[in-house]
């Protein structure tokens, strides 16, 4: 079998440079987040989707989102509708609000969140839907967060922004 490796179209490339950037900038600027949860939360993204948002926007709605998930308890789901603070040169996430969703992973969730946006007319703009491989300690604090790797035992927790 031959498989055709296609160029990078030029949204792609400013898309992994925009995140590569928003990495470095929650390093920098924001405590708490690492810098891998950014890269997982926008590693499925349309490329299309996320050309409009400055670096900082990205790390902003990443640090933001790290500290809505922090804390879970297994079998809770969480759910947060907000209007995000826009960093200085955020003109994007002015104008919109966040819908984010954490749950133990199940099938269908995006599809009924998806469907239940549709039915109420409003417009989106990006759609990340990370699933994480998370360890928590007993109050429901992440002590540990990584990529679900298959074949490998772990609780898995879905994150829909």
Do not use: C, W
Request: charged share 25%.
């Amino acid at each position: 079998m031959n498989i055709v490796t296609l160029p990078n179209t030029d949204d792609e490339q400013v898309a992994e440079q925009i995140v590569k950037r928003a990495a470095s900038s929650l390093e920098r600027e924001r405590g708490g987040a690492p810098a891998s949860f950014l890269k997982q939360m926008f590693a499925h993204a349309a490329p299309e989707d996320l050309v409009g948002y400055q670096p900082t926007e990205l790390a902003a709605l990443a640090a933001s989102a790290y500290e809505f998930i922090s804390s879970r308890r297994p079998g809770e789901p969480g759910i947060r509708v907000y209007d995000p603070d826009a960093p200085r040169d955020g003109e994007r996430v002015k104008s919109i609000s966040v819908i984010e969703v954490v749950n133990d992973d199940m099938p269908f969730l995006v599809d009924s969140i998806m469907a239940e946006v549709t039915t109420r007319h409003l417009a989106v703009r990006l759609v990340v839907h990370p699933i994480f491989a998370v360890t928590r300690d007993a109050s429901g604090k992440i002590v540990r967060l990584d990529p679900v790797e298959p074949g490998k035992e772990a609780a898995r927790e879905s994150f829909m922004h």
